[in-house]
DNA sequence: CAAAAAAATGTGTTCGAGCACATTTAAAAA
DNA sequence: TTTTTAAATGTGCTCGAACACATTTTTTTG
């Protein structure tokens, strides 16, 4: 363990005053070259690394760390958002984070337009967002680069090649896992891509995962295996069932169902009430899945954990207000496989 | 957004000097009834919560964390742990937090008793362990107790009634969802559980995850299963190989296998040179297993995470030396389930 | 060469908690 | 009532970084 030097530590190794010794940290200016080298010589000898407890009580701020994302009325998906927050105001209250919560319609690009320009109008310290929007996100991104406030993002990403800071899921994997999953629980037949019920703001979101999905079985090639997709829409076909069985009806050699969305339990209930036989891999840990993974009409979850999401972006933002922590690019969560054994522990 | 009072705001509030709200916070007596039960008023009033910050800048002291598990070279198991330890030393360096790390020889009750005590005597301030041997175990726990030494147990549990800070998994519950996979990846059969290699120390260890799979399939109840558990022992059975194709022939039923152990690939090894068929399901990410993984070898893995579970342990005694966060009593880590498409973000 | 201007360097205060020490007030003893 | 002792209360310094401001040194100009 080496020893923690201080400012005062360097000032006196290199013969100068303290003041010096902060100049040439934070490159001030109006240091004599003499004194430069001084002191430059120690800190290369030294490895200075500043006390981020001392700095942070200088600083001495409450800073405003909000969080941007959908209603949870539309959509359980994001309510365990809400216990990450709730964390985070424990841990980190006491440190001067102050953590802000707002929600826009999910369907509503106007809303989230809306509900992030209120925001930034506020001048908060940093932002994280759910961005439903590509568009709209991007706007967003400038406006908070223009004033200033740090923004990152989660669950949705809005560009890969830009340095948003970015906290998710490889989405193309977990299409690959699904298919490694319904490859494990069949043997054979015709696998069905089921998109259901999605805004087209999801749309990349699903496709990826469709990809991902496709991919694997082309990688196998197994002659066994057919893959085709198709779309629900609720309002399009008001009844989830009849569409489902007519379809089923004419492909009877179905065996897998791939859902893409958190509506897995649209494709479970059709599975209770009709082919009982089929297996089916979903997203998401909602109380409908999880009710159907216990009673056995879903096999596998994929978990996107949003709560994981939400409170490593929050996190992120908060140690790099406090303590000068650099903020990853982007942090891809692991890919959680949850049966109806292992559900309760990912839970919020 | 509650404001953030300090010990100045809570002494004019009150009418009083701060030297005497700090006695009133730290019970340190010497204040007259009038004078505390102003503060008290105020107390009550505002909720106080210190500063962190500037209670750990005033300490201002170099911590030693120590961590003392098995030797690496005997298992592998342990590597992960290496690289919770530098992330550690990488996050906390700054903030006086010095990470040790002591070893001991996993199959050597002498050595772990010798280096802990050896450990005990260099007075750290905080220890996590992982403690393979429940005697000794307890006698260290007891040791660091008298010494005011601040002891953290991850991965194996020493005493379930006692109060240990144990950061780990519920390993009744991965014996459950080691069978819940078996049971979907088989239609029937004969299950078998393997315990391989391990010594006297793990037998609960062991034990517990054989109860809890076979625990699943009694509440099941399903005529097609039966279920029967064998040990292997490398001392006794120098081929591994001779010794399962001998059972097999024997018992030609076998579907599945159940390993207890990080040396799942054992039971891979044997299945890629003679039944092919028979599906596998065991623990742990070390490097055999995963080669297993990728090759269709080993269907699931049960990650026991290591790495995060030291991390855990670290991160709960560093903050509480820093921060005086308290220290959970149980921390039960997600069982992560495992195969050849996810196990890649599970990596260090 | 002295005065003025500019550049360089040093000093002192702040943040909030915690604790040692100084000072004041009240109670007990003479 | 005065002195002694104890109890209560207040003051001031520390931790390390950061920055404003004061002071010193060097350079420029009349």
């Known amino acids: 363990m080496m020893k923690k030097y201080t400012i005062k530590d360097i000032s006196e190794l290199a013969g100068v005053s303290k003041g010096t010794v902060d100049r040439v940290l934070h490159k001030r200016g109006k240091v004599s070259e003499s004194a430069?080298?001084?002191?430059?010589?120690?800190?290369?000898?030294?490895?200075?690394?500043?006390?981020?407890?001392?700095?942070?009580?200088?600083?001495?701020?409450?800073?405003?760390?909000?969080?941007?994302?959908?209603?949870?009325?539309?959509?359980?998906?994001?309510?365990p958002c809400l216990t990450a927050i709730k964390e985070m105001e424990n841990n980190y209250q006491?440190?001067?984070?102050?953590?802000?919560?707002?929600?826009?319609?999910?369907?509503?690009?106007?809303?989230?337009?809306?509900?992030?320009?209120?925001?930034?109008?506020?001048?908060?310290?940093?932002?994280?967002?759910?961005?439903?929007?590509?568009?709209?996100?991007?706007?967003?991104?400038?406006?908070?680069?223009e004033q200033e406030i740090i923004i990152s993002t989660f669950n949705n990403v809005i560009d890969k090649n830009s340095l948003t800071n970015y906290i998710g899921?490889?989405?193309?994997?977990?299409?690959?896992?699904?298919?490694?999953?319904?490859?494990?629980?069949?043997t054979s037949g015709d696998l069905l891509i089921v998109h259901i019920d999605e805004?087209?703001?999801?749309?990349?979101?699903m496709q990826e995962k469709e990809n991902g999905f496709k991919h694997y079985f082309e990688e196998k090639n197994d002659p066994a295996y057919s893959i085709s997709t198709i779309n629900i829409n609720k309002t399009l076909d008001t009844n989830y069932f009849e569409f489902l069985d007519s379809y089923?009806?004419?492909?009877?050699?179905?065996?897998?169902?791939?859902?893409?969305?958190?509506?897995t339990y649209v494709a479970a209930q059709f599975k209770?009430?009709?082919?009982?036989?089929?297996?089916?891999?979903?997203?998401?840990?909602?109380?409908?899945?999880?009710?159907?993974?216990?009673?056995?009409?879903?096999?596998?979850?994929?978990?996107?954990?949003?709560?994981?999401?939400?409170?490593?972006?929050?996190?992120?933002?908060?140690?790099?207000?406090?303590?000068?922590?650099e903020i990853p690019k982007e942090t891809l969560l692991p890919i959680d496989i949850i049966n109806s054994e292992n559900y309760r522990e990912y839970l919020e």
Chains 1, 2 share one sequence.
């Not at 006390?51 to 800073?63: C, R, V, W």
């Not at 999910?106 to 506020?122: D, G, Y």
């Not at 805004?199 to 979101?205: E, M």
């Not at 949003?306 to 000068?324: I, S, T, Y």
């Open 36 to 79: 430069l080298k001084k002191v430059n010589k120690i800190l290369e000898e030294i490895e200075y690394k500043p006390n981020p407890i001392a700095k942070s009580l200088k600083n001495n701020k409450i800073y405003r760390v909000c969080i941007l994302f959908p209603r949870s009325n539309q959509d359980s998906f994001w309510t």
């Open 248 to 263: 089923f009806k004419s492909n009877p050699n179905i065996t897998g169902i791939f859902v893409t969305t958190s509506k």
């Open 169 to 186: 899921q490889d989405l193309f994997q977990t299409g690959r896992i699904a298919a490694k999953l319904l490859d494990s629980l069949t």
């Open 272 to 325: 209770t009430e009709s082919r009982k036989d089929i297996k089916i891999v979903g997203y998401d840990l909602v109380e409908k899945n999880i009710e159907h993974l216990k009673k056995g009409s879903i096999d596998f979850l994929i978990n996107q954990n949003p709560k994981k999401q939400a409170f490593q972006g929050l996190r992120n933002l908060a140690e790099h207000l406090l303590f000068a922590k």
């Open 94 to 145: 006491a440190f001067g984070i102050s953590i802000e919560q707002h929600r826009y319609d999910s369907k509503s690009p106007t809303s989230f337009l809306e509900q992030a320009n209120a925001l930034i109008a506020t001048k908060p310290d940093a932002i994280l967002m759910a961005p439903l929007f590509y568009q709209e996100a991007q706007i967003i991104k400038k406006r908070c680069f």
């Open 199 to 205: 805004q087209v703001q999801n749309a990349t979101h």
